[in-house]
């Protein structure tokens, strides 16, 4: 009797310890994880095994990832060598943190880069996409790929949203029958389930704002050129931006700190971004206090409206919160042509997106190493062909066929480039100008398409959970540049209220 309560004692005693590990693992931030890494709490190799098994018991309900990296361990393996012959001090801050990345962002190893279409498995790349030059660098361990919308919700109008070929359709792991949202799900909802410490996403307009919004994580939309799009299957050269989803502000902002520059494969645009980069980084502007003095601006219509009894209480809370912590709220105001800004044929950004597309894609594609198909039109076809496990008649081609058609940057296309560049300087410029805002704030990923079409910067943090239990953020844009504010901002607001928690399913 003694022996056998001894025994129960020790096994119960090894599960506690067991359960408390995981759990310490579970919603760790970088910080934390780097601490677990000094103290020899932790190695990389145990890290990216916590996340392989996280990954092989939740995936295959979730679809968050789309691929492992055959390499993770060689990677945490390489990454513990070098923190016995290197002062921890000395070390990068993801150095042996492991990163999923978005399927449209390339690696030069053992992963395909896809866009989740069975169209480009088997092509290879000329290199790493830059942001990815940049992790390796800082020590990061690639884990594998994040699954996504197909080709960024860029191929038909019926698809839902987290849905892909090769990568199936992604959950909501707070509320599985609710949307991700997408065009970064997988990321977003690899990051909220605890498969991965940290993920990188891609926006041309919403990708990374509206999945983190509905899943409860942190993301950062940089202001366009802050981050290289090189190696990345693009939309918009104007558009296309690279940014972390993480569980926090400060595990996105070091993610940030380590993907910013300059890349001569992409040197227009991150010549003329690498200027906004702050002296010394962006964790710098990480404070607590961050909210005092800020003007923070609210478009009620269409911004701050409600149907959703529990949501408007929790951000009437939340708009109390701020002015308690310093903000200066500038309430009511009006943002000129919204409603043209927030659609895209009116705007002008889906007759520009179209041309740009199947320039930008095509010259991805003749650029491969090796590829199954070399252009759009034979992406198309490879559609046509394999429209079954494509699901052609069922989410449709109608924005690769409409982009196909196009012929080039001419008068339509300048016309409708010239018209949002009005949009965005009558409308959202002059908004934030004339009463010197530092961010202005929307309900959700509401907000999106003013920042897509001016390339300007936006944040999301978890916010609230509505009636039905679906996360909710707030988002946080400004003007070019405005990361410094925004970051200030947004982990004050973080911080302030934290209102993440991790999903139950």
Same mark, same amino acid.
């Given at each position: 009797?003694?022996?056998? %309560?001894?025994?129960?004692?020790? &096994?119960?005693?090894?599960?506690?310890?067991?359960?408390?590990?995981?759990?310490?693992?579970?919603?760790?931030?970088?910080?934390?994880?780097?601490?677990?890494?000094?103290?020899?709490?932790?190695?990389?190799?145990?890290?990216?095994?916590?996340?392989?098994?996280? &990954?092989?018991?939740?995936?295959?309900?979730?679809?968050?990832? +789309?691929?492992?990296?055959?390499?993770?361990?060689?990677?945490?393996?390489?990454?513990?060598?070098?923190?016995? =012959?290197?002062?921890?001090?000395?070390?990068?801050?993801?150095?042996?943190?492991?990163?999923?990345?978005?399927? $449209?962002?390339?690696?030069?190893?053992?992963?395909?880069?896809?866009?989740?279409?069975?169209?480009?498995?088997?092509?290879?790349?000329?290199?790493?996409?830059?942001?990815?030059?940049?992790?390796?660098?800082?020590?990061?361990?690639?884990?594998?790929?994040?699954?996504?919308?197909?080709?960024?919700?860029?191929?038909?109008?019926?698809?839902?949203?987290?849905?892909?070929?090769?990568?199936?359709?992604?959950?909501?792991?707070?509320?599985?029958?609710?949307?991700?949202?997408? %065009?970064?799900?997988?990321?977003?909802?690899? #990051?909220?389930?605890?498969?991965?410490?940290?993920?990188?996403?891609?926006?041309?307009?919403?990708?990374?704002?509206?999945?983190?919004?509905? $899943?409860?994580?942190?993301?950062?939309?940089?202001?366009?050129?802050?981050?290289?799009?090189?190696?990345?299957?693009?939309?918009?050269?104007?558009?296309? =931006?690279?940014?972390?989803?993480?569980?926090?502000?400060?595990?996105?902002?070091? #993610?940030?700190?380590?993907?910013?520059?300059? /890349?001569?494969?992409?040197?227009?645009?991150?010549?003329?971004?690498?200027?906004?980069?702050?002296?010394?980084?962006?964790?710098?502007?990480?404070?607590?206090?961050?909210?005092?003095?800020?003007?923070?601006?609210?478009?009620?219509?269409?911004?701050?409206?409600?149907? /959703?009894?529990?949501?408007?209480?929790?951000?009437?809370?939340?708009?109390?919160?701020?002015?308690?912590?310093?903000?200066?709220?500038? /309430?009511?105001?009006?943002?000129?042509?919204?409603?043209?800004?927030?659609?895209?044929?009116?705007?002008?950004?889906?007759?520009?997106?179209?041309?740009?597309?199947?320039?930008?894609?095509?010259?991805?594609?003749?650029?491969?190493?090796?590829?199954?198909?070399? %252009?759009?039109?034979?992406?198309?076809?490879?559609?046509?062909?394999?429209?079954?496990?494509?699901?052609?008649?069922?989410?449709?081609?109608?924005?690769?066929?409409?982009?196909?058609? !196009?012929?080039?940057?001419?008068?339509?296309?300048?016309?409708?480039?010239?018209?949002?560049?009005?949009? =965005?300087?009558?409308?959202?410029?002059?908004?934030?100008?004339?009463?010197?805002?530092?961010?202005?704030?929307?309900?959700?990923?509401? +907000?999106?398409?003013?920042?897509?079409?001016?390339?300007?910067?936006? +944040? =999301?943090?978890?916010?609230?959970?509505? %009636?039905?239990?679906?996360?909710?953020? +707030?988002?946080?844009?400004?003007?070019?540049?405005?990361?410094?504010?925004?970051?200030?901002?947004?982990?004050?607001?973080?911080?302030? !209220?934290?209102?993440?928690?991790?999903? !139950?399913?």
């Amino acid at each position: 009797m003694q022996a056998n %309560s001894c025994s129960s004692l020790l &096994i119960l005693f090894a599960f506690i310890l067991l359960t408390c590990e995981a759990i310490s693992i579970k919603e760790a931030t970088i910080q934390d994880l780097q601490t677990a890494f000094e103290q020899n709490q932790l190695t990389s190799r145990q890290l990216t095994e916590f996340y392989l098994n996280e &990954i092989q018991k939740l995936n295959p309900l979730l679809k968050g990832v +789309i691929e492992v990296n055959p390499d993770a361990l060689y990677l945490a393996d390489k990454a513990d060598q070098e923190k016995k =012959t290197k002062p921890h001090s000395s070390l990068p801050t993801l150095h042996g943190i492991p990163i999923l990345l978005k399927d $449209n962002i390339g690696t030069k190893d053992n992963l395909n880069t896809t866009a989740g279409s069975f169209a480009l498995v088997g092509s290879v790349i000329p290199r790493d996409a830059g942001v990815v030059m940049k992790l390796r660098k800082a020590g990061a361990v690639v884990l594998g790929k994040a699954t996504l919308s197909e080709w960024a919700n860029f191929r038909g109008l019926n698809a839902p949203d987290g849905w892909s070929a090769r990568g199936g359709q992604g959950k909501n792991p707070y509320v599985l029958s609710a949307n991700p949202c997408g %065009s970064s799900s997988g990321s977003a909802i690899s #990051v909220a389930s605890n498969m991965v410490a940290v993920s990188l996403g891609t926006e041309t307009d919403g990708s990374i704002l509206c999945p983190c919004s509905f $899943n409860a994580v942190v993301g950062i939309k940089p202001t366009v050129g802050l981050t290289s799009r090189a190696g990345v299957i693009p939309i918009s050269p104007r558009q296309d =931006t690279i940014g972390p989803i993480c569980r926090t502000v400060s595990d996105a902002v070091h #993610v940030l700190d380590a993907i910013v520059g300059f /890349d001569y494969n992409d040197a227009q645009a991150t010549r003329i971004g690498s200027q906004y980069i702050p002296y010394g980084g962006y964790s710098q502007f990480l404070k607590t206090d961050g909210l005092i003095g800020k003007r923070l601006g609210i478009v009620r219509d269409p911004f701050f409206t409600f149907s /959703d009894k529990l949501l408007e209480q929790t951000f009437q809370q939340h708009l109390q919160t701020l002015r308690r912590k310093g903000a200066i709220l500038v /309430d009511n105001l009006e943002i000129a042509n919204i409603d043209t800004i927030l659609n895209a044929t009116l705007s002008g950004e889906a007759i520009s997106l179209l041309a740009e597309f199947k320039i930008s894609f095509n010259s991805y594609l003749e650029n491969l190493v090796a590829s199954p198909v070399r %252009s759009l039109a034979e992406v198309i076809a490879f559609n046509q062909e394999f429209s079954d496990v494509e699901m052609i008649k069922e989410f449709g081609q109608e924005i690769f066929l409409a982009s196909e058609a !196009t012929q080039g940057i001419g008068d339509l296309e300048k016309k409708a480039i010239s018209s949002m560049e009005n949009l =965005t300087r009558n409308g959202f410029e002059k908004l934030m100008i004339e009463n010197k805002l530092d961010a202005l704030m929307s309900v959700g990923p509401s +907000i999106a398409p003013v920042l897509a079409i001016g390339g300007f910067p936006g +944040i =999301t943090v978890p916010a609230a959970y509505n %009636s039905k239990k679906i996360p909710v953020g +707030i988002s946080f844009g400004g003007l070019k540049g405005s990361e410094p504010k925004l970051i200030e901002i947004a982990y004050g607001f973080e911080q302030a !209220t934290k209102i993440r928690k991790p999903p !139950t399913f």
